[in-house]
């Protein structure tokens, strides 16, 4: 198969979130989230389990960052607690939380590593969504000046931002499907949320620049482009409305568009869009994060609620049930590259697969389908860049086996094993794959 072959400053990185990794829910002056308390709720999450220890990385974020350097990594993505800086959701920065994460990117830059911060994966302070949440205008508000604190205190030693993480996973999950937190089931909620995250973003970006930041800034999105289940016009026709509802809603107001007519006017959908909104979301970025894991085929439905629905496909599956399909990571890009103008940096940020590993008697970790798997979705960015596409960089997730969300901790992502009785780190034959091509010799 030959040697997977990326530019010279091509960025690897790997990559976790504040509550899959950080624990210490309770030190540091933290204040609650909505992941506390959804993680609470009866049949919530697998187990009753939750973030409160997680891979205690608040403790052992030196020797995690040892390891990342080891292994090669040139980048650390890691998401900022907004209740570890504003423990109310606004009004007085806890130093505590300041101290960390100063100290995280301190020590990545000791072994010459890049600190890539986002702002919100998804631990809303309690508080605000007591006051009602995304679907309220008042918590995009609130994003704006919780960045306002991020940016002054974190500004210089930072390198590179992501305002929000997976907005999807924000609006859908949480208030439409219910799987996520705060769990609610209202889909006319949701698209408030879509649009208040997309504010929310906005302000982000507004207030990294007033806060005369150089630094890129850019935002992460998990997008759905859908491949029609057949070659029929109705099929077709549902591969563009799942795109509409589960991308063009972020990336149209993000760059510079309108919402898109399929929700608007075909299905009647109403965002609350108020004066000067989508000028302060359509704010130029620097980049473009993409989090990929696998594409869907979909068919029309007539009694689905808006026409789509998925359908089963041939391909191997991970253990999230979710499909190794390489190649609708390539037509991804394509579409992104596309849409973007074909001059903005695009990033992998996310990029992984879930297996049921098993730490061995000798302390290795055998995961061949993970290797195979990335080396697959490594080929399709060899080849966007060959086709022109400017691809930047690709970090893994997740560097650590984690808690993964309404899962638990039933669902391994890492290419590190945490074993989460004596939380020792295992570094997976796949994290000795990711070395070994990030040295440029990844031959297969």
Same mark, same amino acid.
């Given at each position: 198969?030959?040697?997977?072959?990326?530019?010279?400053?091509?960025?690897?990185?790997?990559?976790?979130?504040?509550?899959? =990794?950080?624990?210490?829910?309770?030190?540091?002056?933290?204040?609650?989230?909505?992941?506390?308390?959804?993680?609470?709720?009866?049949?919530? =999450?697998?187990?009753?389990?939750?973030?409160? =220890?997680?891979?205690?990385?608040?403790?052992?974020?030196?020797?995690?960052?040892?390891?990342?350097?080891?292994?090669?990594?040139?980048?650390?993505?890691?998401?900022? *607690?907004?209740?570890?800086? !504003?423990?109310?959701?606004?009004?007085?920065?806890?130093?505590?939380?300041?101290?960390?994460?100063?100290? !995280?990117?301190?020590?990545?830059?000791?072994?010459?590593?890049?600190?890539?911060?986002?702002?919100?994966?998804?631990?809303?302070?309690?508080?605000?969504?007591?006051?009602?949440?995304?679907?309220?205008?008042?918590?995009?508000? &609130?994003?704006?000046?919780?960045?306002? &604190?991020?940016?002054? &205190?974190?500004?210089?030693?930072?390198?590179?931002?992501?305002?929000?993480?997976?907005? %999807?996973?924000?609006?859908?999950?949480?208030? *439409?499907?219910? #799987?996520?937190?705060?769990?609610?089931?209202?889909?006319?909620?949701?698209?408030?949320?879509?649009?208040?995250?997309? !504010?929310?973003?906005?302000?982000?970006?507004?207030?990294?620049?007033?806060?005369?930041?150089?630094?890129?800034?850019? +935002?992460? %999105?998990?997008?759905?482009?859908?491949?029609?289940?057949?070659?029929?016009?109705?099929?077709?026709?549902?591969?563009?409305?799942?795109?509409?509802?589960?991308?063009?809603?972020?990336?149209?107001?993000?760059?510079?568009?309108?919402?898109?007519?399929?929700?608007?006017?075909?299905?009647?959908?109403?965002?609350?869009?108020?004066?000067?909104?989508?000028?302060?979301?359509? #704010?130029? +970025?620097?980049?473009?994060?993409?989090?990929?894991?696998?594409?869907?085929?979909? @068919?029309?439905?007539?009694?689905?609620?808006?026409?789509?629905?998925?359908?089963? @496909?041939?391909?191997?599956?991970?253990?999230?049930?979710?499909?190794?399909?390489?190649?609708?990571?390539?037509? #991804?890009?394509?579409?992104?590259?596309?849409?973007?103008?074909?001059?903005?940096?695009?990033?992998?940020?996310?990029?992984?697969?879930?297996?049921?590993?098993?730490?061995?008697?000798?302390?290795? =970790?055998?995961?061949?389908?993970? +290797?195979?798997?990335?080396?697959?979705?490594?080929?399709?960015?060899?080849?966007?860049?060959?086709?022109?596409?400017?691809?930047?960089?690709?970090?893994?997730?997740?560097?650590?086996?984690?808690?993964?969300?309404?899962?638990?901790?039933?669902?391994?992502?890492?290419?590190?094993?945490?074993?989460?009785?004596?939380?020792?780190?295992?570094?997976?034959?796949?994290?000795?794959?990711?070395?070994?091509?990030?040295?440029?010799?990844?031959?297969?």
């Amino acid at each position: 198969m030959g040697r997977l072959e990326f530019p010279a400053d091509f960025l690897w990185g790997t990559a976790t979130a504040s509550y899959q =990794v950080e624990g210490a829910t309770h030190e540091g002056g933290r204040g609650e989230c909505i992941w506390d308390t959804f993680a609470r709720a009866p049949g919530k =999450v697998f187990a009753g389990e939750s973030g409160d =220890v997680a891979c205690d990385q608040y403790h052992r974020y030196k020797e995690d960052v040892a390891l990342m350097a080891r292994l090669g990594f040139k980048a650390y993505r890691f998401s900022i *607690a907004w209740p570890r800086i !504003l423990p109310e959701g606004r009004g007085a920065v806890n130093q505590e939380g300041v101290a960390y994460y100063r100290g !995280l990117c301190e020590e990545l830059h000791t072994y010459g590593m890049k600190a890539c911060a986002t702002l919100y994966h998804w631990d809303l302070p309690q508080v605000l969504e007591d006051e009602g949440g995304w679907p309220r205008r008042e918590t995009a508000v &609130a994003a704006g000046e919780y960045a306002k &604190a991020v940016f002054k &205190a974190l500004g210089d030693v930072v390198d590179q931002w992501i305002t929000i993480n997976e907005p %999807w996973c924000i609006a859908y999950l949480g208030y *439409a499907h219910g #799987q996520h937190a705060p769990g609610k089931e209202d889909f006319d909620a949701a698209i408030r949320a879509v649009h208040h995250i997309n !504010l929310a973003h906005g302000l982000m970006v507004k207030a990294h620049h007033d806060a005369g930041l150089k630094t890129p800034i850019g +935002i992460t %999105w998990n997008l759905a482009t859908p491949r029609p289940a057949t070659n029929s016009d109705k099929d077709k026709e549902a591969a563009l409305i799942g795109r509409a509802f589960d991308s063009e809603v972020f990336t149209g107001p993000v760059l510079g568009k309108a919402y898109p007519e399929i929700v608007t006017k075909q299905f009647g959908y109403r965002f609350p869009v108020e004066a000067g909104d989508m000028d302060l979301i359509g #704010q130029p +970025i620097d980049f473009i994060g993409m989090n990929y894991y696998s594409e869907t085929a979909v @068919s029309w439905n007539e009694n689905a609620p808006r026409k789509y629905e998925g359908q089963p @496909s041939w391909q191997t599956a991970s253990d999230m049930g979710w499909y190794d399909t390489p190649y609708g990571l390539l037509r #991804q890009l394509r579409w992104v590259h596309e849409i973007s103008g074909g001059n903005l940096p695009i990033y992998i940020t996310e990029n992984g697969y879930a297996r049921k590993d098993v730490l061995e008697a000798d302390g290795r =970790v055998h995961d061949p389908e993970r +290797i195979v798997y990335t080396r697959k979705h490594l080929k399709a960015c060899e080849k966007a860049i060959n086709e022109g596409i400017n691809l930047k960089g690709y970090f893994a997730w997740s560097f650590l086996d984690n808690y993964e969300w309404s899962w638990g901790y039933s669902r391994r992502f890492g290419i590190v094993f945490c074993d989460y009785a004596t939380l020792k780190r295992h570094p997976k034959d796949s994290a000795y794959f990711f070395r070994d091509v990030i040295a440029g010799y990844g031959e297969w």
